[in-house]
């Protein structure tokens, strides 16, 4: 497999928190999160539970049921058999339960950082072929100036077998997706299909070849989770909650405990809407010498912009109204009221 391929989302690691707490969001608001959690299927999402050697979780504070905003490093992870595998995308999320809102940073896999713990620069994907989670999470929160909470990872495996097992996801495809370039996996996604099953959802996470770059692949991450969280809300096949708790189980790693993800499901569900914000890391990419290898660089303005923002969003006092939004929603919204203060000039006159 070649080394400088764009691997699956790591979005796709919320997938456990899109099934457990948006899976038929209204039947679960009804019949009550606690019995809907309680028994069988909390004691296999023990499986999930892997805490890391020598750190302690960052404890989040809850008073009342109402859960602080917190910070969660979600790995896409390319492992095969019982090797420990790369992160081969990396997004640092901030999750704030009582608004219903979720930031996700993407960090490109080729970024030159300093690697905490091994004294040295390198692509940040090779934090965690280095030192597993933990060192990934020190790296992570060295670069970005801020704290991790938690992680949580999935593999390829698990994402495809979830998509499969909720019956495929309806994705915006209007032309043919094709990955061919010689550095690249070859795939083909037809365009035009009902439903695509987890190898197409895969792919289109992962696709590489078009103009917009990392932008664009943000784009598609964002797409696919609001898709993955509305298709989970229109089911009503609970006989499939055991087989999916199962496929977490196999593929999918946290230090968040089995009644950490329950309050979490029981803020979310509160939460009367869902808006997910994403970023990718502004920067270049080039050589530090000729045949060297090829390294990504963050611009250090956005970087420093990206950290403003975490802080806003890890605020528990920082109203939904006044966080700080990543650049294009805010030029969304000051043509929003462009155009309505120009209507409204138009109807005075």
Do not use: C
Not at 70 to 84: C, H, M, P, S, T
Request: proline share 3%; glycine share 8%; no cysteine.
């Amino acid at each position: 497999m070649n080394k400088r391929k764009w691997m699956y989302a790591a979005s796709a690691a919320v997938v456990i928190v899109a099934v457990t707490v948006f899976f038929n969001r209204g039947a679960l608001a009804m019949l009550g999160f606690d019995w809907f959690l309680e028994g069988h299927v909390e004691k296999q999402l023990e499986q999930t539970y892997k805490p890391i050697d020598g750190r302690e979780p960052i404890p989040v504070s809850t008073i009342d049921k109402e859960q602080d905003p917190f910070a969660l490093l979600l790995l896409g992870v390319d492992q095969r058999g019982k090797e420990i595998g790369r992160s081969d995308t990396m997004i640092y999320t901030v999750v704030r339960p009582n608004d219903g809102d979720m930031l996700m940073v993407s960090i490109p896999r080729d970024t030159y950082v300093e690697i905490v713990g091994k004294n040295k620069e390198d692509k940040i994907t090779h934090a965690y072929a280095f030192g597993g989670a933990g060192m990934a999470m020190d790296t992570v929160e060295k670069f970005l100036d801020a704290p991790i909470n938690y992680y949580a990872s999935i593999n390829f495996e698990g994402f495809r077998n979830v998509i499969d097992t909720l019956g495929g996801i309806a994705l915006p495809i209007e032309e043919d997706m094709v990955n061919d370039d010689a550095d690249h996996e070859k795939f083909v996604i037809k365009a035009g299909q009902d439903s695509y099953n987890g190898q197409d959802t895969l792919n289109y996470v992962r696709y590489r070849e078009d103009a917009g770059g990392d932008i664009n692949r943000t784009e598609r991450h964002q797409i696919f989770l609001n898709l993955l969280m509305d298709k989970a809300k229109q089911m009503n096949q609970w006989s499939k909650i055991p087989e999916l708790m199962d496929i977490m189980g196999d593929n999918f790693s946290t230090d968040m405990r089995p009644q950490q993800l329950i309050d979490l499901g029981q803020s979310m569900l509160q939460a009367k809407d869902r808006n997910i914000y994403s970023h990718s890391l502004l920067g270049n990419g080039h050589r530090l010498k000729s045949g060297g290898a090829w390294y990504y660089f963050a611009d250090d303005e956005d970087l420093a912009k990206v950290q403003t923002m975490i802080k806003s969003w890890l605020n528990a006092d920082t109203p939904a109204s006044s966080l700080i939004l990543p650049d294009k929603y805010t030029v969304n919204k000051v043509k929003e009221t462009g155009t309505l203060e120009t209507s409204e000039s138009s109807a005075e006159q």
